[in-house]
């Protein structure tokens, strides 16, 4: 079984590692972008603001844009809960805002020293407010380096009760700037740096563009983080499946949360929107169009996204700005970022990472209680406290001087840009010589560099901010690594020829003539070949199979219970003599099972008859006694299989068990023997459990094998429940108790094992193993099972016991999950289990003479497992070798013996012997001479 060794494993995992530290190096950790012109704003952030010119390293296990932005929020919930002191702003419409303050801690981080004058007020997010982690960590970052902070609260946010039917939006920035007045007169002369995250930063950008001048005045400087600056197409961009469709649908219902918290304030009073309507918004353009839009005014939710905006606005600012970033942000990605208008400007600075999703900056193989923004942002206040001054003298003096001519020149630059473009286009198709357009052509591209080198844009290709910064060549470099990777994963370790254990003789040779499919590779889906995504897409997939209408057949049985055979007629009459298949579907399968319904057209293929054998209660038959079904009991099978032998005596019969269908089927082939061998020509099983406890302790490691277990639990408890009328009485189980059972070896202790009557779940098990049973069996038997197994692992397939056997054959895929078996690219309705499926029935009904010679070998391998070596000697001695003896159980060997007794009557003696053997010791041990007269 070094076929499934682990050594491609090692080489891939290898290479795949090898790959994502390239990638990791090459694409993920980058000294950040900063897009600005050169001046004093530029100057300014390059002198104080060291990190600038540091590689940002983002945490390389969660690297992931929607795996920051989720992680970051959870990993900082280990902050402390903070006590500001609230003061409450009463504004002009009769609506209030809290501001939360933090004071300073004297010395600045323990330094001794005081910290720097003035203060940072922080606006947050969509539904945040000073207990939000993202604001926590930058305020307590802040007080650290002695740095006194207040969070502005919106209306009804932060415990605060909402006074008026109004609340806040990203394009209204009133309540700021009534916040704003409010701090000018109770802190005079305190320079002001405003920080505003997300939403927080659409508002504190809006207040800067619309009041000009006016904002100067009253603000040093401000930054913003994680802005969404384009909010019509970063709209778009999170309505895209799946997951940012998912955190749009989670912040909608935060959303509404939110409204609903105020029905009574927002559902009096004389407006526009329907309150019962609005809490049931699924997106946040949904809710924005049913009450923001409304509330504030606009048209609809467009016209509000646009009137929000700021790409197009960063030269109506007149405030030093600094603007953070993640070229990878789910609501604002690279592509919709302003950078041509922050190269251009002289006092906007907007600094892209490579990574750190929306408001995430995890940094660090660990993440600390400091992120990548927390630092950044406590430099930046420091560095802007520390020299307010300077500021407004030299960055927003020349932010006042050259707004005027930014525009004037970014008018000019287009008219040029465009006349360079039509000198472009038209002037080489005028001039026939090729050095004379190539002349033309090289003093257009001057001239279209000039545009932007007047305005110092052009530093190298574009400037110090290389705009190929963000290319594609590291993810193409590196995707071809991990494609190669992948790749030779695919075709080392998860692409085989399936492993055939059964020794050499006529069952395999008839698989070997008959069944081609065996010599050839299977091809597992590439994008679903592992074990959990097989079982889980096969099920999904095969759901297009149409509904198939079956001849159903009550079958009442000889303790008053009932099952259901489920006939597929073709529409044509056929003899007796016509071969039929019995498929017995898993745990809580049905004749409409997907993975049925794909068998059962392959037999219709085949040109055979089928019937499905539904367990009692399943396939919509009520449940007509107190007994249900069980791997370890085969009775119900036994009185279905003798039916369809005395309504068809002469059919050749072949009996397919698929999971919990094929124990059943492999217990009747167990106990019943002779009596299975006169009835079926042959049999499948396909995805059993051999060693029921190895799977079961397959099926409750975590996480996704645990939650497949909790799943099949769930239905067994919800079948159960269907049944309870039946169920209750005078029993020895507590139904109750049942229907709580979280995992399937639960249930089978409560239920199972307690209807069944075995001393517990662990004797239940035991008994309805098979692992341990193939020397049992005397029908030609195929079984199939996937390495990789969730519900029975490769240790728990007794792949060894089949190589000894004549009739036993066990095909072990490298992949195929439980009942999976995809293959190819696309997968379509027919899956590799059921091609080979098809093969078999085929050649089964195609070649029964050749099957005698099979079952011919069947009955000498009965007494060959026991006595392989034995021979008679001289004296007429028995030698029994302890290779083929031990471990034998006594009572099979007696049974063995009585049955095989008419074929060797030399031997009969020898029955006398074993049985007194087995009476006295209970087994028979390897090393016995057993010699008679």
């Known amino acids: 079984m070094d076929w499934y060794s682990d050594w491609p494993r090692t080489l891939v995992g290898l290479t795949l590692g090898a790959g994502c530290l390239l990638y990791y190096f090459l694409d993920v950790a980058k000294v950040p972008l900063v897009a600005c012109r050169r001046g004093a704003w530029r100057g300014f952030l390059e002198q104080h603001l060291s990190i600038l010119h540091e590689r940002y390293w983002p945490t390389p296990w969660c690297y992931e844009s929607r795996c920051q932005t989720i992680m970051a929020s959870v990993l900082r919930a280990r902050l402390p809960h903070i006590n500001y002191r609230r003061e409450v702003v009463r504004l002009k419409d009769g609506g209030q805002v809290s501001l939360d303050w933090l004071e300073a801690t004297d010395g600045g981080a323990g330094r001794g020293t005081e910290g720097p004058p003035g203060l940072v007020l922080v606006l947050p997010g969509l539904t945040g407010s000073s207990q939000s982690e993202y604001v926590k960590g930058v305020v307590l970052e802040l007080q650290r380096a002695g740095v006194t902070s207040a969070v502005l609260n919106n209306r009804g946010m932060g415990g605060l009760s909402l006074l008026t039917t109004r609340t806040y939006c990203a394009a209204n920035s009133d309540d700021l700037e009534e916040a704003l007045d409010y701090l ?10 405003i920080i505003g995250i997300s939403l927080g930063g659409l508002i504190t950008g809006n207040y800067l563009a619309t009041r000009g001048e006016a904002a100067a005045d009253k603000v040093a400087a401000a930054a913003v983080v994680s802005v969404p600056w384009n909010m019509v197409e970063g709209l778009r961009g999170m309505e895209r499946p799946i997951c940012n469709l998912l955190l749009n649908k989670y912040l909608a219902s935060c959303l509404c949360e939110l409204a609903d918290s105020f029905s009574y304030q927002l559902a009096g009073g004389d407006h526009d ?32 996204y646009r009137s929000s905006s700021l790409h197009n606005h960063l030269d109506r600012i007149r405030v030093p700005l600094f603007c953070l970033n993640a070229a990878d942000d789910p609501f604002q990605p690279m592509p919709m970022l302003p950078m041509e208008a922050a190269q251009r400007s002289s006092h906007v600075a907007l600094v892209v990472t490579s990574r750190g999703g929306h408001i995430g900056f995890m940094e660090g193989l660990f993440p600390s209680r400091a992120y990548y923004s927390d630092r950044l942002l406590t430099q930046l206040a420091t560095s802007i406290l520390t020299n307010g001054e300077a500021i407004q003298e030299n960055v927003s003096g ?10 004037e020149w970014s008018k000019a630059s287009e008219e040029r ?28 591209v001057v001239l279209r560099r000039g545009v932007y080198a007047r305005a110092g844009v052009l530093e190298g290709r574009r400037g110090g901010a290389k705009m190929d910064w963000y290319s594609d060549w590291p993810r193409t470099l590196v995707g071809l690594t991990l494609g190669a990777g992948c790749l030779l994963y695919y075709l080392l370790d998860a692409a085989k020829v399936p492993v055939v254990a059964c020794r050499r003789g006529a069952w395999r040779g008839f698989l070997e003539q ?14 679903c070949y592992e074990s959990r995504c097989q079982t889980i897409m096969a099920s999904v997939l095969r759901a297009r199979l149409p509904h198939i209408n079956y001849r159903r057949e009550l079958l009442e049985l000889k303790d008053g219970g009932q099952v259901c055979l489920d006939w597929l007629d073709d529409g044509r009459e056929h003899d007796e003599t016509h071969p039929t298949v019995i498929i017995l579907p898993g745990l809580t399968g049905s004749s409409q099972s997907e993975y049925v319904k794909s068998f059962v057209l392959s037999v219709q293929d085949a040109g055979a008859r089928c019937v499905v054998f539904n367990n009692r209660g ?14 370890a009991n085969s009775d119900d099978l036994e009185e279905a299989i003798e039916h369809i032998h005395k309504r068809y005596p002469k059919t050749p019969l072949m009996a397919t068990g698929i999971s919990l269908g094929g124990m059943i089927l492999g217990n009747y082939l167990v106990t019943r023997k002779e009596r299975a061998a006169e009835h079926l020509v042959a049999a499948m099983v396909l995805s059993i459990p051999w060693n029921v406890f190895v799977g079961t302790q397959s099926l409750e490691k975590p996480l996704w094998n645990l939650l497949l277990n909790r799943h099949l639990a769930s239905c067994l408890c919800e079948s159960i429940r269907s049944m309870r009328k039946q169920l209750e009485g005078n029993y020895s189980w507590d139904l109750d108790h049942v229907m709580k059972s979280k995992t399937i070896r639960e249930f089978d202790s409560r239920f199972t ?21 193939l020397h049992l069996v005397r029908v030609p038997l195929l079984c199939l099972s996937a390495a990789d197994d969730p519900f029975q692992p490769l240790q728990g397939i007794p792949v060894e016991e089949a190589k000894k056997s004549s009739h036993v054959a066990i095909v072990v895929t490298s992949r195929g999950g439980h009942i999976g078996f995809m293959e190819g690219i696309i997968p379509t309705n027919s899956y590799y289990s059921d091609r080979l499926y098809k093969q078999l029935v085929s050649a089964v009904f195609s070649n029964l003479d050749q099957l005698g010679d099979v079952r011919g070998e069947a009955q ?65 041990s390897g090393s016995q001479h057993l010699g008679f007269p």
């Open 184 to 193: 000018k007169a109770t802190r005079k002369g305190s320079p002001l740096f």
């Open 514 to 527: 008959h069944l081609s499919i065996l010599q050839e590779r299977y091809w597992p889906t590439p994008w």
């Open 417 to 444: 840009g465009k006349s360079v473009v039509l000198l472009y286009d038209t002037i080489p198709e005028l001039v026939t010589g090729r050095r004379i357009t190539l002349k033309i052509i090289c003093v257009c």
């Open 753 to 773: 094992a307690v209807q069944f009557g075995f001393r517990d779940v662990e004797d239940y098990y035991r008994t309805a193993c098979l692992h341990d049973k």
């Open 273 to 304: 929107w329907n309150l019962d309507d609005v809490v049931k918004s699924k997106t946040m353009r949904e809710f924005d169009t049913r009450f923001t839009a409304r509330q504030f005014g606009f048209r609809d939710a467009d016209d509000y």
């Open 398 to 407: 020349v932010g006042l001087r050259e707004s005027g001519l930014t525009r």
């Open 860 to 924: 000498k391998y009965a007494t060959e497992v026991v006595f392989s070596s034995a021979g008679g000697s001289g004296d007429g001695e028995v030698t029994s070798s302890s290779s083929s003896v031990t471990g034998v159980s006594g009572l099979a060997l007696i049974d063995l013996c009585i049955t095989e007794a008419s074929q060797y009557p030399a031997h009969t003696h020898l029955v006398v012997v074993v049985v007194y053997s087995v009476r006295t010791t209970g087994h028979l």
């Open 618 to 631: 399943r396939g919509g038959v009520q449940l007509k006694t107190a007994r249900t079904y069980c791997a």
